[in-house]
């Protein structure tokens, strides 16, 4: 039987010739968190949890949207025949978040500012998508970096001169450690900060534990550590969609070659880009989750917090309250990315 998945493809980014598409996720991990009095929390260097054992066979569908691919029946074999676009340069499973285990595809060998569609196929009979994404332009000069277990959500293009052959992308391989031993150092430096807390026996949250604050703590420093190479929207002269809607645009912030680095350890830029501006979500959700004593705080939103981060997209930027956003996402479907909320 045919059956169509409520859940999607997740698009990690593109550059001009390459993606990073994730399949739908498909096998929570199995997290428990430590206990009194033997509260331990990971290393700073991430050790993942065994692969399953058995994971779904999924089937990437890949093509270019000119083709009108959404057009056709929503059925495996209608989706098979297609003409796919790109190479499958590296597939391998992944577990990017707590949503659980996705496989992962680097693919390469695709045409720069053109619109593809996305599709995977679960099992020979279940279809996830589309998702709809684009490439960067011709002149995009940013790498692609993923595959971090100390940064397991970083699944994007990075302002860092291009990886070694015969890399396709940057790994844990082939960054410097210039640029990953002060981000683990930062880590554990954190990590046993907190822990002078009695972290599971006292408690400072009903709602939130030692592990999750760094587990939050983790995901902000590695998306202000990695800066999100992006471009402008072109050809938009308007403010408003066709149909009389706000248009809404990301939070963009251009960098001038040569201009000192949101990240010190990045060293100065020899070319100019757009920068993907973090979501506020990731430094509030760590703001929340962490105890006071730390003096974790986050910009104000009234005070130039978007001169740094992506403001209002996902909640609506009042203090206190969560959602009512103009997206309420850090991104969607139809490959529009916001703000930078890996």
């Known amino acids: 039987m045919h059956e169509h998945l409520s859940t999607l493809p997740f698009l990690g980014d593109t550059t001009s010739n390459q993606?990073?598409?994730y399949s739908?996720?498909?096998?929570?991990?199995?997290?428990?968190?430590?206990?009194?009095?033997?509260?331990?929390?990971?290393?700073?260097?991430?050790?993942f949890p065994t692969a399953p054992s058995s994971s779904p066979n999924f089937t990437l569908i890949f093509a270019n949207s000119s083709q009108s691919i959404s057009s056709l029946p929503q059925t495996a074999c209608a989706l098979r025949s297609m003409r796919r676009?790109?190479?499958v340069l590296e597939e391998q499973l992944w577990l990017r978040d707590t949503d659980g285990w996705r496989t992962e595809w680097l693919l390469g060998g695709?045409?720069?500012?053109?619109?593809?569609?996305v599709y995977t196929i679960q099992d020979d009979t279940k279809i996830s998508g589309p998702i709809y994404i684009a490439t960067k332009s011709a002149?995009?000069?940013?790498?692609?970096?993923?595959?971090?277990?100390?940064?397991?959500?970083?699944?994007?293009?990075?302002?860092?001169?291009?990886?070694?052959?015969?890399?396709?992308?940057?790994?844990?391989?082939?960054?410097?450690?210039?640029?990953?031993?002060p981000l683990l150092s930062y880590v554990t430096n954190f990590t046993t900060s907190l822990l002078t807390f009695a972290c599971g026996r006292d408690f400072y949250s009903p709602l939130q534990s030692c592990a999750d604050c760094q587990r939050g703590y983790r995901k902000w420093l590695c998306t202000i550590s990695f800066p999100r190479c992006a471009e402008f929207p072109s050809n938009v002269t308007t403010s408003t969609t066709d149909d009389g809607a706000q248009r809404v645009f990301p939070a963009l912030?251009?960098?001038?070659?040569?201009?000192?680095?949101?990240?010190?350890s990045l060293g100065n830029l020899t070319t100019s880009f757009a920068q993907l501006l973090p979501c506020i979500e990731t430094c509030t959700?760590?703001?929340?989750?962490?105890?006071?004593f730390l003096g974790f705080k986050c910009p104000v939103v009234a005070f130039n917090a978007n001169e740094s981060y992506g403001v209002g997209y996902i909640d609506n930027g009042r203090p206190g309250i969560e959602g009512g956003g103009l997206t309420g996402v850090a991104q969607d479907r139809w490959g529009n990315v916001y703000c930078n909320g890996s």
């Open 19 to 21: 993606a990073l598409i």
């Open 24 to 47: 739908p996720a498909f096998s929570s991990p199995n997290i428990t968190d430590p206990t009194y009095p033997n509260y331990a929390l990971p290393a700073a260097n991430l050790s």
């Open 85 to 87: 676009s790109g190479t």
């Open 110 to 117: 695709l045409s720069p500012s053109t619109n593809y569609t």
């Open 139 to 181: 002149s995009f000069s940013c790498p692609l970096v993923h595959s971090l277990p100390y940064c397991p959500s970083v699944s994007f293009a990075a302002p860092l001169s291009a990886p070694a052959f015969p890399k396709n992308a940057h790994d844990s391989t082939t960054l410097p450690s210039s640029l990953t031993d």
């Open 253 to 264: 912030l251009p960098q001038a070659s040569g201009t000192p680095p949101r990240n010190p």
């Open 285 to 292: 959700a760590t703001d929340r989750a962490c105890p006071n």
